[in-house]
């Protein structure tokens, strides 16, 4: 199943999107912060990267992924929270960041 559609969810205070090219630089302040420690980080440049394409290319092989989390107010990337699941991953898995 490939998912190339838009998918977006609006809150009061939330923006839920797929993620673009233009958060790699948002994402890449997240995974160099201490929230990732949860997932093994804080992570470098090259593996920020490596886990980002990570994240787009599961929206177009299977169709789900991680979702960016915006501030309605002021558009400014503040998370992620996504569902990870493709051959290298045992059992479906909710995160969050």
């Not at 977006?8 to 995974?31: G, V």
């Not at 470098?44 to 309605?72: E, K, N, S, Y």
Request: one cysteine or more; aromatic letters at 8%; a negative charge.
């Amino acid at each position: 199943m490939s998912g190339t559609g838009a998918i977006t969810l609006r809150t009061e205070r939330l923006i839920l999107r797929k993620p673009e090219i233009d958060d790699f630089e948002a994402y890449t302040r997240l995974m160099a912060s201490p929230r990732s420690a949860g997932m093994g980080g804080p992570f470098d440049l090259r593996a920020a990267w490596g886990m980002f394409c990570h994240d787009v290319a599961l929206w177009q092989l299977f169709g789900h992924g991680a979702l960016m989390i915006d501030l309605a107010e002021s558009g400014e990337c503040v998370g992620q929270v996504g569902i990870n699941h493709g051959p290298l991953f045992p059992e479906k898995e909710l995160g969050c960041l």
